[in-house]
Structures are given as C-alpha cells and as structure tokens.
C-alpha cells in the first residue's frame, strides 16, 4: 500500500485540521444545528465528533446525535425536531438498514428537508448509480473519500442547503399563516380584540412565541396608547399609555419618527401606517430575525394595515346604520311624546336581559352572538309601526274602544312591514332584521293569545319574547297618556302573574335577576 492510499484509508485522518475553521465569537442566535450520526461501529462516532468538533457555521455550532442501528435513528428523527443532517451508515443491523431508513424518513415521517448523506465502508453492496437514482439522498461517500477536511465540506454544503430549504418551508407556512391571519382578522370588530388577534398571527408567523405589545398613536403625534400585550409584556395592557420610561420604547418612538420597521435585536418594531393613525407592534424574539422572517412579518403588516382601514371603514358603517335606527325611532317617539325615555330604558333592559338568559345557559340555540350584540338597538324599534296610527288614537288621554284599540294593534303588523322591507336591502342580519321580529311579535303571548298572528312559545321569535316582557315593565311603571304610573311592586307582581301565560318565564326571571343585581336598571326604588 502506497503512503497517499494509506492516506486515502484512514478516513478521518487530521491532516486538514489546522485549516479547519475556529469556533466563531458567540452569536446572539444560540442555535445549535442537529447533525445525527448513524453506524453501528462505535469508533467512527468518536472520530465523527472529533472531526466536527470546531466546526460552526453562521455562527452556529453542531449538536450531535447518536444512533447505532436504523430503528434507533428513526426513533430519534421521529422524537426530535430540526436535525438538519444525517451521516447514514448503509450497512447496519441489516445489510440495508441504512437505505430502508432513508425511504422510512422521506415516505413515513414526510421528512423532505433533513439533508441525508449515506457513508459505507462496503460500495459494492449498494452501488452508488442505483443509490441516487432509487432513494431521496442528498450525497454518496465512501467512508475511504472523508478526510477531516472532505467530511467538513460534506456538512457544511448539507446544512447551507437544509438552511434554503427550511426558509422556503417557512416562507410557505408563514404565507399560509398570512393568508389565513387576514381572514381571521378581518372578521374582528373590537379594536382590542383585533390587536390581540394582530399578535397572535405574528407570533405564529414568527414562530418563536415571542412577547410583544401593540402600541396605537393617534394622528401623527401624540402619546402612544397600548391596545393589546403579550406574555411577559401583558401587564402594559392595563396602562392607557405607553410609559416611556420602559426598555422597548426607544425602539417604538424611533419606528414612529422615522415611520418604518426597525430590526433591532432584541428589540423589532413593525410600523404600519393606517388610514387614520399609525400602529406599531414590537416583539422580542430570543434570536435575531432571519430575512425571510422580516420579509414575511412586512407583507403582512401590509395586510394589517389594510385590515385597519376595513375595520376603520367597517366601524363607520355600523356607526351610520345605529344612527339610522335611532333616527327611526326618535321619530315614532317625536309623536307620542308621553313615552319620553322609554326607548332607551326598552334598549338598556334588553340587552341586560338577554346577557343574563346567556349566563344562565337557556336557549343556547336562539341567544346567539349576533342577537346578543344587536337586541339593545334593535329594540328600540319595536313600536316605530305608530307612525301609521292616527293622532287622534295614538295621543288619546283615555282607554281606546274597541275599534280604536283593533287600529292600534295594526302598529304592529305596520312595523314589521317597514322593517323587513328596509332589511331586506341588506345582506345578512342587521339591526332592521330584528327590529323587524320585535315589532312584528312583541305583543304576541306566550300561551298563544296575542296579536297580530296568535303565535305560540317558541314559535315567537327570541328577541320578541325579551322586548315583549321589557316594555310591558316598563310602561307600567311610568306615566301614559291613558294612564297613572303603577307602584313598583304591583308592576312586579304583575309581571310574576302571567310568566308562563302572557310571558317567556325564563324572560320574567332573567329580569328578576337583573334588577337584583341592578336596581336602577329597573327603576326599583331603594329599599
């Protein structure tokens, strides 16, 4: 044997040692890349991790793993995250065993990113040309090729290339994570919820559960005011401002100045200028942000602020459409003057009383999250049929005749009519969808007996069933044309007398339990 085949024999001969790269300066990001070793030959793990002692790569050193058989590696990919290399062995525990797991990693644990180089002492037992072309592997050495210096080559290319392949995995799920947080977010309506959906989405984005805060300053000056925090950054959400006094708020106010994202580790702010204020959003991830990780988090404070400007947008809309339903019954009061008030206790009532059925469990079916949001201003429309009924009955200082009173119960069939026509312009359920189902059926009972379609139960709508008990306490309880104010407790026993018959007795209890809890909700006298 020649001294350059004896060269060539021992493997991991340290020839190149000297020309091996230092272990760099300690890197902010303190991530070790997994490298798993696996042979069945204990001495080539422990001429392995002497050859790769020193090496490090983007600063970054190695974190080796052992596996002396196929079945111990593949319990070990299975179980841990992130190795970014395998040094296989082909014969093993079998004369395949290195090429069976190969095709275990790529077909069973849908592992396509971990880099895979085959090393074997015996080349003629699994020819190279069949190797490539028949298994997902990455490189082919003979164990006499890896020199020191040839291994280092073999590990360094491998782990540059899990590095392009794991970003662009991370690029796809961050998009996806992208396309899906937009959605999500646009489908939120509470400013505060909507921040807190905000940092939810860039965390996962991120991928590292960082903390983080959002902070919201209105026009282009002003103190910043904290909408939504997170984890070691959460007790900020209690304070209205942002105390500039704290350790990320030099990061935030220069993100503000300069209006653009800063990348300071381990301070990041994202700026995303809005319609009508600018937001930023700092989070603290352990380890410096990579580039994709940055390009990702820009795209989608594109969306954010996009999402800001729907939500804007979105707030103005609901904004007119409550104008308009007060607009509406402002008017059927404008007419009855002596129900002053009354809309808005109805309005105030309701809501409380539908808020309590839902803590209590009933109806889970019929309280619904829509109901729940719309009942108070819906409700004041229950009696906007009236502008269809004469002066002379509507402000009558007496009880009706008959006939008068059949033509005021036509108030009902009335508002119905115009409410649903109006409601029907709308996509979706809107206030003038129930307000079309409270005055429509308010005045129906419970047992069947009221007008204007003799509905029964359940069959009444949920909403009518509240507003019919609301308003029937309410006007007894103050001043009508055709009447005196009733004394509290005859108006409560009145309301006890016909749970079940006139009214829902879950609606009687329910409003029991607030003027309880709330007496003047109930105009109650102090007792």
Partial sequence: MTDSNAADDNWLLDEDEDEAPAAGLPAPDQRLWRVLIVDDDVDVHAVTRLALRNVSFKGRELELFSAYSGREAYDILRDTPDIALVLLDVVMETDDAGLLLARRIREELHNAIVRVVLRTGQPGQAPEQRVIIEYDINDYKAKTELTTQKLFTTVISALRAYESLNMLERSRVGLGKILAGATNLYQIHSLREFASGVLNQVSAILDVGADGVLCLMQGDSGPATVVAATGSYAPLAENERMPTEHPLWPAIAKAFAEKKSQFEHPANVLFIHTHDREVAISVTPPWPLAQIQRDLLEVFCQRIAAAFDNLYMFGQLRKAQEATVVALADLAEFRDSGTGGHVRRVQALSSAIAARMKERGVYPDELTPQLLDMIGLASILHDVGKVATPDHILLKPGVHTPEERVQMQTHAEVGRTILERAANMVDGVSYLTYGAEIAGAHHEHFDGQGYPNGLKGREIPMSARIV?????????????????????????????????????????????????????????PAP
Avoid at 470 to 488: A, C, G, I, M, T
């Fill in 468 to 524: 019919a008990v609301v308003d029937v306490f309410d006007s007894l309880l103050h001043e009508r044309p055709y009447k005196e104010p009733w004394p509290y407790p005859e108006v409560m026993a009145y309301i006890k007398a016909r749970s079940g018959s006139q009214f829902d007795p879950e609606v009687v209890q329910a409003l029991l339990d607030v003027i309880e809890r709330d007496p003047e909700l109930g105009q109650r």
